[in-house]
């Protein structure tokens, strides 16, 4: 496994170079990059732009382990308004695009958003049809979509055998699950998501939960590996069930109030003792 | 035998066994039952056939004295914490998870650990299993189905 952590977590005000070469430094492998959030990589980025983005990813001793983007939760794929259905398949296609470009196989989509306006079962069924289209540039370019587990965030695709009915639906090799480890919270077990999905796992993201705390007040549900109550053990064990030796992607809150950089290596550091099973 | 009479008539469910093809399986076990077919029940006489036999939750008394005679002992269950996985590493390698108390066994090829302890052998024709192995094939689990149909497979 190699171990990957998001552009999106560089320190306010940090360069690009600063950023990579932090990460560098601080032990992984490779970054993931995230569409739509910070200022190097928009959707008005050309393909050359994003061939310098690739360069400079390299020249920092890097890769691009995925693309993902900060843009499904403004334009979903399920919205009921056409045009940003549009929109959002205009969005996910420039990932696809770009992750080819950038030499990466795989992209994260936050696929479907169910709200108090936006029924579940009308999201299911347009999310389905959309993302099966989708399949189609995604196989002709050699990437997998990832749909991620946002679970109680997103309102939908809850359990995981709900997930995988969903994958069924879809029925392309070139979909499956981006599993976010800490998004399952207190409904249910990531080691039994890894178990029930296998090979479908196209990404791990990788964070801890409190389960107990809930989303309520100021306070996060979400912090740093192995302070919450993620079964670290299981979940590494389940992996390795499952013979997992992908990108294991570090998706941490900015938590740290002095010295930023410093969550890089402590994240670095938790995520070889993970890897290397030493818990 | 270091199974207690009372602890194994505290757990025992009633025996019987189903056949797939030559190969046939005891179990006690409804799931595993529904996962192996249900077809007539095996004696624990089969011959050379390639004989399954699963424990754990609890095998009657002339089944044990059976497999005793045939050199494989079958230990106190213990109680498994939290998830935990069986691994296998004959016919296939495969992790399967527990199914909350496994016994140790003893007499034969180790195929399969929890930790450090001997939770599968096979001897000859027999493959005696510590944890069932059924109700994960009734759930789908793919490591178990590759299982079975490896052990199914066999000459």
């Given amino acids: 496994m190699k171990k990957a952590i998001g552009d999106n977590l560089i320190p306010k005000g940090w360069t690009l170079e600063n950023g990579l070469a932090l990460i560098h430094k601080a032990g992984f492998d490779g970054v993931e990059l995230w ?5 190097w990589f928009q959707m008005s980025a050309t393909d050359a732009e994003v061939r310098n983005l ?3 990813v390299e020249d920092a001793g890097l890769v691009v382990s995925n693309v993902s983007n900060t843009l499904d939760w403004e334009i979903p794929i399920s919205s009921r308004d056409p045009t940003i259905r549009e929109k959002a398949k205009q969005h996910i296609k420039r990932q696809i695009e770009t992750a080819q470009i950038l030499g990466a196989d795989a992209i994260l989509v936050v696929a479907g958003l169910v709200t108090e306006e936006t029924a579940y079962n009308e999201v299911y069924r347009r999310t389905v049809d959309n993302i099966r289209d989708l399949s189609e540039p995604a196989s002709k370019a050699n990437v997998r979509i990832g749909c991620e587990n946002c679970c109680s965030e997103q309102r939908f695709l809850i359990s995981p055998r709900e997930f995988e009915t969903f994958l069924n639906d879809v029925n392309s090799p070139w979909v499956g699950l981006h599993l976010d480890v800490g998004n399952i919270h207190d409904t ?16 791990i993201h990788v964070k801890d939960v409190h389960r107990k705390r809930g989303r ?3 306070q996060s549900v979400y912090t740093n590996l192995f302070l919450g109550d993620n079964n670290w053990v299981a979940i590494r064990t389940a992996l390795e069930k499952i013979r997992y030796d992908g990108w294991i992607i570090a998706e941490m809150e900015s938590v740290y109030r002095y010295a930023q950089d410093q969550q890089f290596f402590d994240t670095s550091a938790a995520m070889s003792r993970f890897i290397e099973g030493r818990m | 035998m270091e199974l207690s009479r009372r602890a194994l008539l505290g757990s025992a469910i009633a025996f019987a066994g189903v056949r797939i093809g030559s190969f046939s399986v005891s179990c006690s076990l409804e799931e595993s039952r529904k996962a192996f077919h249900g077809l007539p029940p095996f004696t624990g006489a089969a011959g050379q056939s390639p004989v399954l036999v699963e424990s754990s939750v609890g095998l009657a008394i002339e089944n044990l004295a059976w497999l005793e005679r045939k050199g494989i002992l079958i230990h106190q269950p213990r109680t498994v914490r ?7 590493d004959w016919p296939i390698s495969a992790m399967i998870r527990d199914f909350g108390r496994v016994s140790p066994i003893s007499g034969g090829v180790v195929i399969a650990r929890l930790n450090d302890l001997p939770v599968a052998v096979r001897k000859g024709p027999l493959v005696v299993l510590g944890s069932p192995l059924g109700p994960h094939v009734y759930a789908g689990d793919r490591d178990a189905c590759a299982l079975l149909a490896s052990l199914t497979q066999l000459p």
């Fill in chain 1, 54 to 56: 690739r360069r400079k």
């Fill in chain 2, 82 to 88: 939290g998830p935990a996985w069986v691994r296998f």
């Fill in chain 1, 35 to 39: 569409l739509g959030d910070k200022p």
């Fill in chain 1, 188 to 203: 249910g077990f990531p080691e039994q998501w890894i178990e029930i999905h296998g090979p479908r796992i196209t990404r």
């Fill in chain 1, 216 to 218: 309520c007040g100021d």
